[in-house]
Nanobody
């Protein structure tokens, strides 16, 4: 099974930016769809954004215009750039592809 390794995240003030990355253990990121999900404290996991195999992106309404997905082919990595972060973006973020999940990354937005 492919392993997805995440990096990035941390603590940021409202209005700040963070970038999350998701790197696959094998060459499965390139040309294939990857999704991002998050689990806010005390809530169910929710979909955040997806990038298709042809690099078509889609976003949840709550992050539209603030989050951007991209693909770094050379590094077999998908990047989630998060700008203008809000306290309600606080959550553990997970990348997902097929049956594999990343380990999760904490994002905390607080002053």
């Amino acid at each position: 099974q492919v392993q997805l390794v995440q990096s990035g995240g941390g603590l940021v003030q409202p209005g700040g930016s963070l970038r999350l990355s998701c790197t696959a253990s094998t060459n499965t990121i390139n040309g294939r769809g990857v999704g991002w999900f998050r689990r806010p404290p005390g809530q169910e996991r929710e979909w955040v954004a997806s990038i298709s195999g042809t690099d078509t992106t889609s976003y949840a309404d709550s992050v539209m215009g603030r989050f951007t997905l991209s693909r770094d082919i050379a590094k077999n990595t998908v990047l989630l750039q998060m700008n203008n972060l809000k306290p309600e973006d606080t959550a553990v973020y997970y990348c997902h592809q097929h049956t594999s999940w990343g380990q999760g990354t904490q994002v905390t937005v607080s002053s």
